[in-house]
């Protein structure tokens, strides 16, 4: 009686002796919900507690849970017993964050990046559609079925398992940022950057994946490249260097030194101004030459111009 007068503000001697469809408070459709559990009551049925809507005081929905029972006096039916509980703000709650979670599920899902949501046991809960992308695993095939570790490369798995079970110890120890590999479902190797953050209030990980296999394959040939020009240098005995117009600063490498028969140890930098060049390296008598021949290569505009 008490949540009742809460509920409609209204005293004690409006209330007691009212019909609980003429009060004011119920929805159309509540009132036909309480008048079928009554009417189950009455041919005996057991009814559970169950949820419905009422109107507060300002005209706002609010809900409550109600529990009702059959009072009885010498087996016969005197009345009957309702206990309610406001539960508007559970309800609210709840509402809020089933909103919450599809916001951050519809983000998640359309993020550009492949992402996946992981268990303290490493076993995938959730992949977003790039993930299956990158991974070639459909939802079905991966989520509550596949762990952290079935989808990295043999030799990298020791180390991302040692990650995986030290962010559970000392999370500041883990290392939120790493390369590894994955290996795809049809056995393709992806070189991958991966930043994993543990999402708060639970012991569940989040992790994104950079698929660099262009990028690591690129450096690759680059560096094959420059050892190859490097070696050829040296066959050739070709000097390397150049000069920062700006800062009026050469860089030499050690190939040029030795061209003057000394080294970068020697010399003890790869470094130094025009001045210091000339003074070095440029017999006198030929120092207008060089002079005019760097001042050729900085006024054109030919970029295989070779003087």
């Known amino acids: 009686m008490k949540l009742l007068k809460k509920i409609t503000g209204l005293p004690y001697r409006d209330l007691i002796g009212k019909h609980f469809k003429n009060i004011g408070i119920l929805p159309e459709d509540d009132k036909l919900l309480h008048q079928k559990k009554l009417s189950e009551l ?3 049925i057991d009814v559970k ?3 419905s809507k009422f109107y507060d005081i300002t005209g706002e929905i609010s809900y409550i849970d109600t529990d009702i029972k059959l009072l009885k006096k010498e087996g016969e039916i005197v009345a009957f017993q309702i206990i309610s509980h406001d ?8 509402e809020a964050i089933i909103k919450s979670e599809s916001y951050y599920r519809t983000i998640f899902e359309n993020t550009s990046t492949a992402t996946l949501i992981l268990g303290h046991d490493a076993i995938i809960s959730l992949v977003n559609t790039e993930f299956e992308k990158l991974s070639g695993y459909s939802k079905e095939e991966i989520e509550n079925k596949k762990s952290w570790m079935d989808i990295v490369t043999e030799g990298e798995k020791e180390r991302v398992r040692s990650y995986h079970e030290l962010r559970s110890m000392r999370p500041d120890k883990s290392p939120n940022n790493y390369e590894t590999q994955l290996v795809n479902k049809n056995g393709y190797i992806r070189d991958i950057y991966v930043t994993i ?7 569940n990980r989040l992790i994104s994946f950079l698929d660099i ?8 040939e680059l560096q094959e490249s420059k050892t190859k020009i490097d070696i050829a240098m040296d066959v050739a005995q070709l000097a390397y260097w150049e000069y920062d117009v700006k800062v009026d600063r050469y860089t030499f490498d050690d190939q040029f030194y030795g061209l003057y028969g000394t ?3 020697k010399e003890g930098k790869t ?10 390296f440029i017999p006198p008598e030929e120092s207008s ?9 900085l006024e054109t505009n030919d970029p295989n111009y070779f003087g």
């Open 213 to 220: 296999t262009r990028k690591k394959k690129y450096d690759i």
């Open 289 to 297: 030459i060089v002079g005019t021949e760097i001042l050729k290569a």
């Open 42 to 44: 009455f041919r005996g």
């Open 197 to 203: 953050a543990l999402i708060p209030y639970s012991t």
């Open 87 to 94: 539960i508007t703000e559970r309800k609210k709650n709840g």
């Open 49 to 51: 507690p169950y949820e």
């Open 263 to 265: 080294d970068v140890i």
């Open 271 to 280: 470094q130094m101004s025009s001045v210091e060049y000339a003074e070095k």
